[in-house]
């Protein structure tokens, strides 16, 4: 309960130790979020993805800056799960903490280890509703990278973003249908660079194989982040999809989103469970090496925790 | 048993209905792969990964050729989360077979779509173990984006290949140490392309700050896939890893990926157990349709569908 005190008061640790105990997952985070969830639904939930080296983490930044300006109070989850093993979000992390940390009105947080046992799509969802719990205005969810996990993440915001950069030639092709479909606001960052209408015919062109069943036509708009350039277009085409779902709220997509949450939170319910009671941490260790050399296949070995937990009694 | 019969003969429909199971999950799929893993352990799995744009299907396709020529018999899965709505995958899988299905001794698929209750890591090792289990010589499995999921599926083959371009400029350091930690083999295609020295010295001065438990010491091999330049050199670069490995095991590589294989498979059965149990999908349906009303929390929606099927009550 203290801890949900500190972050409905915005404390900075008390919102800190809260994500990271979302990130752990297990019976502590679910009771967290059972608390924390009463005080969601305020804030405005913004996600932004697209290709990398498209310049995102200086374009949320500078876009942070922007409503910083206005008195709308900012946090931001950095999302970097193409980075498993080493620590290089946690240092640009600490690099962009120095640049807005020192501001109360604005927290910043990256994510980018996926436990064994927990989900990164469920964790942020977590860490997101925290931030909106702990009362900030605009809540940014920006991803790294152009995966499953990243489109998940994404579309599960208020209003999502992708972000692209001229020149990219026939390689927007690559981004695909998939990524586009997702877009209820296209940013072609750099747009100084040469190619910027040649990026914008193919965006179009993209858009209109897309059928979106809103009847929301989604804008594009062009940014120079390092030059804090196109900020306001940015902001407005954000407010005007707002005012647009206020109005035309898309009950399918909304359902969707609550239906993958309840089964992200369910997979890893059940993991925690079967884990604790049917064999511990230790003894997947133990069955992961009998797996491995070949002595047992991993489907018996399922049956086998399964049974040890006492699931498939019943 | 049919199905595995025909597995084992190396019919490309049974094949094909195998995958289409594995990718609907449930007990169907589990009972399937209790009886195919016996079968496996013989085939080399080449996963292959890298940056959007980078050639990497063509490469696939010219890469199975050389080994064709070689009488080596090539399945190949091709993975494509990026496109989680639109027909994307499919199309690409038909004209690639039109160029690669006619020979009996090699198979394409490609996965595109993750059910709501199947994990894609999961199907996708399911789906190689097949191939491995029909007797393919070489398994390919090729990944389009640069995300999480592409990560864990690329990891668990026998070989990892990265795929870069030359010209991706100061892009390459978003690409980051995450994906360099994977590559057993770094091939930079389009190397017809300016900029290939610069790609190298990049690509090598990331690799010298990565340490690898097993001492080996990742080649970069230069390729133009479109012209068949470099198949040989990549061809052999596997076939050195691979000796490298028999000299050298990674247990703690491989008992990793044992784990993370019996987590995935743990997670995807307990949620298909819980829902029948405990809820059905048209349950979840309902319960999602509340929470996305905010008239319910998912935590304890979760909490309830735990109860229903049985799980809490020990």
């Known amino acids: 309960m ?6 409905l008061q915005r404390q900075p640790r008390a919102i800190a130790r809260a994500i990271s105990t979302v990130e752990s997952g297990g019976s502590q985070a679910s009771s967290l979020m059972h608390d924390v969830f ?3 639904g305020k804030s405005l939930i913004i996600g932004i993805t697209g290709s990398p080296g498209a310049g995102k983490s200086t374009l949320v930044d500078r876009l942070a800056g ?5 008195n709308q109070t900012i946090g931001i989850i950095a999302v970097d799960p193409s980075s498993p093993f080493s620590g290089g979000a946690i240092l640009g992390d600490r690099i962009r903490m120095q640049a807005l940390g020192t501001d109360a009105g604005c927290f910043i947080r990256s994510m980018a280890t996926r436990g064994n046992l927990g989900g990164l799509a469920r964790a942020t969802t977590d860490a997101v509703a925290i931030l909106d719990a702990a009362g900030f205005d605009k809540v940014i969810v920006e991803t790294v990278g152009v995966g499953q996990d990243e489109v998940d993440i994404v579309k599960t915001a208020d209003v999502s973003i992708v972000v692209l950069v001229p020149g990219m030639g026939d390689d927007i092709q690559t981004i ?3 990524i586009m479909e997702i877009g209820d606001i296209f940013v072609i960052n750099k747009a100084d660079r040469d190619g910027v209408l040649n990026t914008e015919r193919e965006i179009e ?9 809103d009847g929301w036509n989604p804008p594009i708009i ?8 196109g900020l306001e277009e940015m902001a407005n085409a954000i407010a005007s999809y707002k005012q647009f779902t206020d109005v035309h709220p898309d009950n399918a997509r909304r359902n969707a989103i609550a239906e993958q949450r309840i089964i992200e939170l369910l997979r890893d319910r059940l993991l925690a469970i079967a884990i604790e009671r049917g064999i511990g941490i230790d003894g997947i260790d133990q069955l992961a090496a009998q ?3 070949k002595e047992r296949d991993p489907h018996s070995v399922v049956d086998e925790i399964i049974e040890k937990s006492g699931i498939s009694a019943k």
């Open 291 to 293: 797996v491995a050399a």
């Open 2 to 7: 203290q801890l949900l005190d500190g972050i």
């Open 66 to 70: 922007y409503y910083r300006q206005q």
């Open 38 to 40: 009463s005080h969601t």
């Open 222 to 229: 062009k940014t120079v982040a390092t030059q804090n350039q």
């Open 205 to 213: 062109s993209l858009l209109s194989i897309v059928e979106r069943p």
């Open 176 to 178: 695909k249908a998939g």
